[in-house]
């Protein structure tokens, strides 16, 4: 069972910047194609960011040139650091990895920007 824990929300002022981290019970993150995902209230859950197994990376155009996901397969860990935080980037941040047809889910973190 593949367990995903995320840590790194918080509260910050627009135009301030914070760093996610999703770390993962085992060696995964070399096999599974990981993501952030976000959920504001009354939306559905969208894609921000994603990372092959190989290193490829896909962003969300509301992000693109503010937010970039790296991972440490050393430590199991993925991470996005987000800057440049406006109100509009206000949810529910869960993370993702996917192996094969499985998708494991973080339990979210809650990133909240003040304008």
């Known amino acids: 069972q593949v367990q995903l824990v995320e840590s790194g929300g918080g509260l910050v002022q627009a135009g301030g910047s914070l760093r996610l981290s999703c770390a993962a019970s085992g060696s995964i993150f070399s096999i599974a194609s990981t993501g952030w995902y976000r959920q504001a209230p009354g939306k559905q859950r969208d894609m921000v960011a994603s990372i092959s197994k190989g290193g490829s990376t896909n962003y969300a155009d509301s992000v693109k040139g503010r937010f970039t996901i790296s991972r440490d397969n050393a430590k199991n860990t993925v991470y996005l650091q987000m800057n440049s935080l406006e109100p509009a980037d206000t949810a529910v941040y869960y993370c993702?990895?996917?192996?094969?047809?499985?998708?494991?889910w973080g339990q979210g973190t809650q990133v909240t920007v003040s304008s």
């Open positions: 993702n990895a996917r192996i094969t047809i499985h998708d494991y």
